[in-house]
């Protein structure tokens, strides 16, 4: 059996944090190195030429980095980056000895360029792998790897000088980024697949103007923004300044600096994981950005009071300046860097991204330059130190200071934006997180009409039960749109207080939301709602089960009453009071009824078998799952109740296991395709073992639908046999492809044609999803899953661009061969030999065909013989072929869109029914879930002994019920002897389940339907 690995097993966050713990060693050595090669040979005052530089480069860099993000692969772009970097670092090293006072300014450059592509790659992996909600909850994990790079690597570096030169420490900078190009190499093709491809593509951007209030709050975001790297800058080159004058020793100014990065990556760790939690979610976005500045701005006032007269004041001004740098990077880190991404989430799609990418690409390198031109008019001053430069600052903090607390009321500004209804409101949008959008959703749902309330209500309950559940007094009874939201969880009453409001509520509701009441009057286990249950007198058979339901789970003598009654009702010889009985008592979990629920496996009506099934799906008793196994065990069983028996195994977890693995061997493919629906809802390393022998089997289309059940859950296959596999599987798609060729040339070959290339199709579509999920360094070049799927309709441009881009070498030619493009001249002895297996006379092919050298479906093997196989049906003889009953279906316009080989695959479990003059098809008020097609006679529509409508050849009857199960509408008869096929709604999903295209024609052709009822 295959192993099968998934990321959650092998702890990706774990190995992201390390990736990131690496990456942080070459970030701090190389800024580490550069401050001290800097410092030996030049002024600290003459960093603003740096500075300058900075702003002027790292836009350029940033440009290309983004230029080979969208044109390469991810995993050589990470690889080059980290490789690019190693051979920068071992450059300046070795030319430093040649000319030093150059290198030692181009490292100080690389230093700042190398600070900006770490975090690049490091946000750029972290943000492969994790869609947004896990993002939140992971990276200050991941990210606590990078603070840890740096606090070890600061701490070493004092010693590490002992035996080392400054310009040295370059070296270990490039072996520890070769190190971290491994680490991606083993993330991406070893431990993880993409995790985002299972998940939906980004819709485009749709173009938004920004309004005048939009275009305030960013243009206070730039601000603040400018501001922010304007003091960074000065606050950097004070510090520097500092560290020169007080170590003439360059060796010992490079260890006190590692020491001051480590400090400040130590405090930004102890404070990512203990305070700065507890200060986002209590005080809220708005608070911390004026936080930071605030602090700063205490400090620099600090050094100017130390510098005019402070005893030892030169030493308290290294002090100060020291903590300044310490508090400013350790703070940046774990409170303002969150808190400023955070700050853009309340704007509309394209507003965010047009305001980020200015703010990164033009505010942020403004203020760089803008530090360095104050920087130079500063340094014409005579000896400029750290307190002159604390005069620039101060103003300079003030303003940012002041702009921090704009920024925070424009921030509610923007948050009542978002929840205004003028933007698509998302309940998993970062935004509704903040303890600021919860307040304002509440307050807007308190005052807003009740049909605009009822979008908030569902964000609230999802981000704070609590301020949900205090909402429900004022907005219960408002309206009937409104209290259909808020009843449809009644398990928030419980324990609410709210029985008095909800019996006051039920006698004068309609009778839609009665239902709904009851339930929520149950839950909430007050006497109050156990006299409202009691006295109430429902006018409907909905109301009367409600009421029922509720009593039972109320209990007392009442509920032990209620139940009782409904047990015998299981013995009704009226199928509908069965199935009644059925839907009161399936919450409880009594033995009595548990035992009388199992009884009902064996039902003579299949819906009451079905009912029962499904809720011992959602039941979980020992004895329900010893019941289905037992029904899965007998032979008498009917086909039609496979489908939501195996689905009700998987429903019982590792229990049910065992029975689907013996079903999966069991060779028959309409049964391995519902296994795999019923293996994907167990969360088991056996479960998991047994979709990749699935994915490996030789069925196609149980293939595909286990690999797609595989890739949603970003699971591995083994590459060995998966390339294998997909190997086979192309050869044969080449040796259809020629088939095909060859029986085109009679024209009687028409129906067998067409199944052929559909079997060519799959094999090339499951080719190509074995390769991708076996492979996941194919992260950034593949497609999602759902584009893989839609391969092999024709488009060449889909294959130039995935398919070629997808496959190894090796398989490239045969696949493009199958595909009927040209032949690889490298490989074509190969080729010929694949396609010279194939007969070139039509007769002789056919013959060759027929003899089994490729694995077919049943459908292509009797379109091929023109013949039906042999079977019976339940119930009695079967008239029609599975090629009638194929062109039956294809007569219906509910079927018509959907091609002749999958209708082919349900088509055996069609029933056929044979009706004499008179008798009923359907009674009115019955459960039902069949719909019926006529194929010969006529039926009769009947409603209280009225013919509403004729049904005749090809009509349909039942097909509502048939996807949505409600009581029957009205009476169906047969009016001459008629002929009809039935088809179960276990089988149409199944059917759906295993082919989504499905789902797509029958909506289509029902809207027809209503749009032509409506007169539209």
Same mark, same amino acid.
């Given at each position: 059996?295959?192993?099968?690995?998934?990321?959650?097993?092998?702890?990706?966050?774990?190995?992201?944090?390390?990736?990131?713990?690496?990456?942080?060693?070459?970030?701090?050595?190389?800024?580490?190195?550069?401050?001290?090669?800097?410092?030996?040979?030049?002024?600290?005052?003459?960093?603003?030429?740096?500075?300058?530089?900075?702003?002027?480069?790292?836009?350029?860099?940033?440009?290309?980095?983004?230029?080979?993000?969208?044109?390469?692969?991810?995993?050589?772009?990470?690889?080059?980056?980290?490789?690019?970097?190693?051979?920068?670092?071992?450059?300046?090293?070795?030319?430093?000895?040649?000319?030093?006072?150059?290198?030692?300014?181009?490292?100080?450059?690389?230093?700042? /360029?190398?600070?900006?592509?770490?975090?690049?790659?490091?946000?750029?992996?972290?943000?492969?792998?994790?869609?947004?909600?896990?993002?939140?909850?992971?990276?200050?994990?991941?990210?606590?790897?990078?603070?840890?790079?740096?606090?070890?690597?600061?701490?070493?570096?004092?010693?590490?000088?002992?035996?080392?030169?400054?310009?040295?420490?370059?070296?270990?900078?490039?072996?520890?980024?070769?190190?971290?190009?491994?680490?991606?190499?083993?993330?991406?093709?070893?431990?993880?697949?993409?995790?985002?491809?299972?998940?939906?593509?980004?819709?485009?951007? =749709?173009?938004?103007?920004?309004?005048?209030?939009?275009?305030?709050? /960013?243009?206070?975001?730039?601000?603040?923004?400018?501001?922010?790297?304007?003091?960074?800058?000065?606050?950097?080159?004070?510090?520097?300044?500092?560290?020169?004058?007080?170590?003439?020793?360059?060796?010992?100014?490079?260890?006190?600096?590692?020491?001051?990065?480590?400090?400040?990556?130590?405090?930004?760790?102890?404070?990512?994981?203990?305070?700065?939690?507890?200060? #986002?979610?209590?005080?809220?976005?708005?608070?911390?950005?004026?936080?930071?500045?605030?602090?700063?701005?205490?400090?620099?006032?600090?050094?100017?009071?130390?510098?005019?007269?402070?005893?030892?004041?030169?030493?308290?001004?290294? !002090?100060?300046?020291?903590?300044?740098?310490?508090?400013?990077?350790?703070?940046?880190?774990?409170?303002?860097?969150?808190?400023?991404?955070?700050?853009?989430?309340?704007?509309?799609?394209?507003?965010?991204?047009?305001?980020?990418?200015?703010?990164?690409?033009?505010?942020?390198?403004?203020?760089?330059?803008?530090?360095?031109?104050?920087?130079?008019?500063?340094?014409?001053?005579?000896?400029?130190?750290?307190?002159?430069?604390?005069?620039?600052?101060?103003?300079?903090?003030?303003?940012?200071?002041?702009?921090?607390?704009?920024?925070?009321? =424009?921030?509610?500004?923007?948050?009542?934006?978002?929840?205004?209804?003028?933007?698509?409101?998302?309940?998993?949008?970062?935004?509704?997180?903040?303890?600021?959008? /919860?307040?304002?959703?509440?307050?807007?749902?308190?005052?807003?009409?009740?049909?605009?309330?009822?979008?908030?209500?569902?964000?609230?309950?999802?981000?704070?039960?609590?301020?949900?559940?205090?909402?429900?007094?004022?907005?219960?009874?408002?309206?009937?749109?409104?209290?259909?939201?808020?009843?449809?969880?009644?398990?928030?009453?419980?324990?609410?207080?709210?029985?008095?409001?909800?019996?006051?509520?039920?006698?004068?509701?309609?009778?839609?939301?009665?239902?709904?009441?009851?339930?929520?009057?149950?839950?909430?286990?007050?006497?109050?709602?156990?006299?409202?249950?009691?006295?109430?007198?429902?006018?409907?058979?909905?109301?009367?089960?409600?009421?029922?339901?509720?009593?039972?789970? #109320?209990?007392?003598?009442?509920?032990?009453?209620?139940?009782?009654?409904?047990?015998?009702?299981?013995?009704?010889?009226?199928?509908?009071?069965?199935?009644?009985?059925?839907?009161?008592?399936?919450?409880?979990?009594?033995?009595?009824?548990?035992?009388?629920?199992?009884?009902?496996?064996? +039902?003579?009506?299949?819906?009451?078998?079905?009912? *029962?099934?499904?809720?011992?799906?959602?039941?979980?008793?020992?004895?329900?799952?010893?019941?289905?196994?037992?029904?899965?065990?007998?032979?008498?069983?009917?086909?039609? +109740?496979?489908?939501?028996?195996?689905?009700?195994?998987?429903?019982?977890?590792?229990?049910?296991? +065992?029975?689907?693995?013996?079903?999966?061997?069991?060779?028959?493919?309409?049964?391995?395709?519902?296994?795999?629906?019923?293996?994907?809802?167990?969360?088991?390393?056996?479960?998991?073992?047994?979709?990749?022998?699935?994915?490996?089997?030789?069925?196609?289309?149980?293939?595909?639908?286990?690999?797609?059940?595989?890739?949603?859950?970003?699971?591995?296959?083994?590459?060995?046999?998966?390339? *294998?596999? *997909?190997?086979?599987?192309?050869?044969?798609?080449?040796?259809?492809?020629?088939?095909?060729?060859?029986?085109?040339?009679?024209?009687?070959?028409?129906?067998?044609?067409?199944?052929?290339?559909?079997?060519?199709?799959?094999?090339?579509?499951?080719?190509?999803?074995?390769?991708?999920?076996?492979?996941?360094?194919?992260?950034?070049?593949?497609?999602?899953?759902?584009?893989?799927?839609?391969?092999?309709?024709?488009?060449?441009?889909?294959?130039?661009?995935?398919?070629?881009?997808?496959?190894?070498?090796?398989?490239?030619?045969?696949?493009?061969?199958?595909?009927?493009?040209?032949? +690889?001249?490298?490989?074509? =002895?190969?080729?010929?030999?694949?396609?010279?297996?194939?007969?070139?006379?039509?007769?002789?092919?056919?013959?060759?065909?027929?003899?089994?050298?490729?694995?077919?479906?049943?459908?292509?093997?009797?379109?091929?013989?023109?013949?039906?196989?042999?079977?019976?049906?339940?119930?009695?003889?079967?008239?029609?072929?599975?090629?009638?009953?194929?062109?039956?279906?294809?007569?219906?316009?509910?079927?018509?869109?959907?091609?002749?080989?999958?209708?082919?695959?349900?088509?055996?479990?069609?029933?056929?029914?044979?009706?004499?003059?008179?008798?009923?098809? /359907?009674?009115?008020?019955?459960?039902?879930?069949?719909?019926?097609?006529?194929?010969?006679?006529?039926? !009769?529509?009947?409603?209280?002994?009225?013919?509403?409508?004729?049904?005749?050849?090809?009509?349909?009857?039942?097909?509502?019920?048939?996807?949505?199960?409600?009581?029957?509408?009205?009476?169906?008869?047969?009016?001459? *002897?008629?002929?009809?096929?039935?088809?179960?709604?276990?089988?149409?999903?199944?059917?759906?389940?295993?082919?989504?295209?499905?789902?797509?024609?029958?909506?289509?052709?029902?809207?027809?339907?209503?749009?032509?009822?409506?007169?539209?």
């Amino acid at each position: 059996m295959p192993a099968i690995s998934s990321p959650a097993t092998l702890r990706l966050p774990l190995f992201i944090a390390l990736a990131a713990l690496v990456m942080g060693f070459p970030r701090t050595l190389v800024q580490t190195a550069g401050a001290g090669l800097f410092l030996a040979h030049f002024p600290a005052q003459w960093i603003a030429w740096i500075y300058l530089a900075t702003a002027l480069v790292c836009p350029l860099v940033a440009t290309v980095f983004l230029r080979l993000e969208s044109r390469l692969p991810l995993v050589p772009m990470l690889i080059g980056v980290q490789a690019a970097s190693a051979l920068v670092s071992v450059a300046l090293s070795l030319f430093y000895r040649l000319e030093p006072q150059t290198v030692a300014a181009l490292t100080f450059l690389w230093a700042q /360029i190398e600070n900006m592509t770490s975090s690049l790659v490091f946000w750029g992996l972290a943000n492969q792998y994790f869609a947004i909600a896990q993002a939140r909850r992971e990276f200050a994990r991941i990210g606590a790897g990078e603070q840890l790079g740096a606090l070890g690597v600061g701490l070493t570096i004092p010693l590490a000088l002992v035996l080392l030169q400054p310009s040295d420490l370059l070296l270990v900078s490039a072996a520890s980024n070769l190190l971290a190009g491994a680490l991606i190499i083993v993330i991406l093709r070893r431990l993880a697949p993409a995790a985002g491809l299972a998940a939906t593509p980004d819709l485009p951007l =749709r173009p938004q103007p920004f309004n005048r209030r939009v275009k305030a709050f /960013i243009a206070a975001i730039f601000a603040a923004t400018l501001c922010s790297n304007l003091a960074f800058f000065l606050i950097d080159n004070s510090f520097y300044i500092e560290t020169q004058a007080h170590f003439a020793d360059g060796v010992a100014a490079t260890g006190f600096i590692g020491m001051a990065l480590a400090s400040a990556a130590g405090v930004s760790l102890v404070l990512s994981n203990t305070l700065a939690p507890v200060i #986002m979610s209590r005080f809220g976005v708005a608070a911390v950005i004026p936080l930071l500045p605030g602090a700063l701005l205490v400090l620099t006032l600090a050094v100017l009071l130390a510098h005019s007269g402070m005893a030892g004041g030169l030493a308290w001004v290294f !002090g100060l300046v020291v903590a300044m740098k310490v508090l400013d990077e350790s703070l940046r880190l774990c409170l303002y860097r969150p808190a400023s991404q955070a700050l853009f989430q309340p704007l509309p799609a394209s507003a965010r991204f047009r305001a980020q990418t200015l703010s990164e690409g033009f505010v942020e390198p403004s203020g760089i330059a803008l530090a360095a031109c104050l920087l130079l008019l500063a340094g014409l001053l005579p000896d400029i130190g750290a307190a002159d430069i604390a005069i620039v600052l101060a103003p300079v903090l003030a303003i940012w200071w002041i702009a921090g607390l704009i920024v925070g009321r =424009r921030y509610r500004t923007a948050l009542e934006l978002a929840v205004t209804g003028r933007q698509t409101l998302d309940p998993a949008a970062p935004v509704f997180a903040s303890p600021q959008a /919860i307040a304002l959703l509440v307050d807007r749902a308190r005052s807003l009409d009740p049909s605009e309330a009822a979008p908030l209500l569902p964000i609230i309950r999802s981000r704070d039960v609590q301020a949900y559940r205090a909402l429900l007094p004022d907005l219960l009874g408002r309206s009937h749109d409104l209290d259909k939201v808020i009843l449809s969880h009644p398990q928030d009453f419980a324990g609410a207080g709210l029985a008095p409001q909800l019996a006051a509520l039920l006698p004068r509701a309609e009778a839609g939301l009665q239902p709904m009441l009851l339930a929520a009057l149950s839950a909430s286990a007050d006497p109050v709602a156990l006299a409202a249950i009691t006295t109430f007198e429902p006018q409907s058979r909905a109301g009367h089960l409600a009421r029922a339901r509720a009593l039972i789970a #109320m209990g007392g003598p009442e509920g032990g009453a209620a139940t009782r009654a409904f047990i015998e009702g299981l013995e009704d010889p009226h199928p509908q009071i069965r199935c009644d009985a059925l839907q009161v008592l399936a919450d409880s979990r009594d033995q009595e009824v548990v035992e009388a629920i199992a009884l009902r496996f064996g +039902d003579p009506d299949a819906t009451t078998r079905h009912l *029962a099934y499904r809720i011992a799906a959602g039941h979980g008793a020992p004895i329900l799952l010893d019941g289905l196994h037992e029904r899965l065990s007998d032979p008498a069983c009917p086909s039609q +109740d496979l489908p939501p028996l195996l689905s009700a195994m998987g429903s019982f977890g590792a229990p049910g296991l +065992d029975v689907l693995r013996r079903v999966t061997t069991s060779g028959d493919p309409a049964l391995q395709r519902l296994c795999v629906t019923a293996l994907a809802r167990i969360d088991d390393p056996a479960a998991q073992a047994c979709l990749a022998d699935l994915a490996l089997t030789a069925d196609p289309a149980v293939a595909l639908a286990a690999i797609s059940k595989i890739w949603g859950r970003a699971l591995l296959l083994p590459r060995r046999p998966a390339r *294998a596999r *997909a190997e086979i599987l192309i050869d044969q798609a080449v040796h259809l492809t020629r088939a095909i060729a060859v029986l085109n040339r009679d024209d009687d070959m028409g129906l067998a044609i067409a199944a052929l290339r559909h079997e060519a199709r799959q094999r090339l579509d499951l080719a190509l999803a074995l390769v991708m999920i076996c492979d996941p360094h194919l992260v950034g070049t593949r497609p999602a899953f759902a584009s893989v799927m839609r391969f092999g309709s024709g488009d060449p441009g889909y294959a130039d661009e995935h398919f070629e881009l997808a496959l190894p070498p090796r398989l490239r030619p045969a696949a493009l061969l199958a595909l009927g493009g040209a032949q +690889d001249t490298g490989d074509s =002895r190969r080729l010929a030999a694949l396609a010279s297996a194939v007969p070139d006379q039509p007769g002789k092919c056919l013959a060759w065909l027929q003899a089994g050298p490729i694995p077919l479906s049943a459908w292509s093997r009797l379109c091929l013989a023109n013949l039906a196989p042999p079977g019976s049906k339940i119930g009695g003889t079967q008239s029609m072929d599975v090629l009638e009953k194929v062109m039956i279906l294809k007569s219906v316009d509910l079927f018509a869109g959907i091609e002749d080989v999958y209708l082919a695959e349900f088509a055996p479990v069609v029933e056929e029914l044979f009706l004499d003059p008179g008798q009923a098809l /359907i009674a009115a008020g019955s459960m039902g879930t069949t719909l019926y097609i006529v194929v010969n006679g006529s039926l !009769g529509v009947e409603r209280n002994g009225v013919e509403i409508a004729r049904l005749g050849r090809f009509d349909v009857a039942g097909e509502l019920a048939a996807f949505d199960p409600q009581p029957r509408s009205a009476d169906v008869v047969a009016r001459e *002897a008629s002929h009809v096929l039935a088809l179960s709604q276990a089988h149409l999903e199944t059917l759906i389940a295993s082919h989504m295209d499905i789902a797509t024609s029958i909506i289509q052709t029902l809207s027809r339907r209503l749009r032509k009822a409506l007169g539209g």
